[in-house]
């Protein structure tokens, strides 16, 4: 049964340190998806990346995020600093980009940052 | 861009009714519209989409319908039963590439 794995699926951290979070897209799927989720917002994109290429992070903070693919299985997502206002779950999704429908969720990294 | 919105935010039936939830969207561009359900502690899974060229969708006790005149479509869940019970987000976009979703919808089933 493939699905998204995500780690870690919980984080403490306090304000200031710098946080990873990291997805594991499924096998053969070659869009992939960071989303932020509050109570405030709902669910924003952040950044998505097609064949490990961005293709639109406008979304995100530019000066305190950054997302990464370094290779096919693995996608980044780091805040640093993390600041108390970026507490929130963050997920990630992946695609089998042209042809597909579907954004498979993983279960998604609740940050909490004090 | 796209913005989609989504109502009522909070919505409890009783067991064996049925649940309607709409979404209005304002970009003529966007060409699919996926429905997902997220469950307490996890992330959203899709349970239906419709396509532009389709006006309605059925699949056993869910059906979407879409008004692409208009720009809205809706969910529809017949017969509620308690496990309905979740979070359901509506969504509008092109396939592959970035969804814009709504602010959801907590559906409540009452035994």
């Known amino acids: 049964d493939a699905r998204v794995t995500q780690t870690p699926r919980d984080k403490v951290t306090e304000m200031g340190q710098e946080v990873t979070m990291r997805c594991q897209p499924i096998?053969?799927?070659?869009?992939v998806f960071w989303y932020r989720q509050t109570m405030m917002q709902g669910l924003e994109l952040l950044a998505y990346?097609?064949?490990?290429?961005?293709?639109?992070d406008s979304g995100m903070p530019k000066d305190r995020f950054s997302a990464e693919m370094p290779d096919a299985t693995l996608a980044t997502l780091k805040i640093q600093p993390s600041e108390p206002r970026d507490s929130a779950v963050y997920f990630c999704?992946?695609?089998?980009?042209?042809?597909?429908?579907?954004?498979?969720f993983g279960p998604g990294t609740r940050l909490t940052v004090l | 861009g796209e913005n989609v919105e989504q109502h009522p935010s909070t919505l409890s039936v009783q067991e064996g009714d049925s649940a309607v939830i709409k979404c209005t969207y304002s970009?003529?561009?966007?060409?699919?519209f996926p429905w997902y359900k997220q469950e307490l502690g996890k992330g959203p899974q899709l349970i239906i989409d419709i396509r532009s060229n389709v006006g309605e969708k059925k699949d056993q006790r869910i059906a979407v319908t879409l008004n692409k005149t208009a720009k809205h479509f809706s969910l529809h869940i017949t017969e509620t039963q308690p496990e309905d019970s979740a979070v359901y987000f509506c969504a509008a976009g092109d396939p592959g590439n970035q969804f814009y979703f709504g602010t959801g919808t907590s559906l409540t089933v009452i035994p």
């Open positions: 999704a992946s695609a089998r980009g042209t042809g597909g429908n579907e954004q498979f």
């Open positions: 096998l053969g799927h070659n869009t």
């Open positions: 990346f097609r064949n490990r290429a961005p293709l639109d």
């Open positions: 970009d003529s561009a966007s060409n699919y």
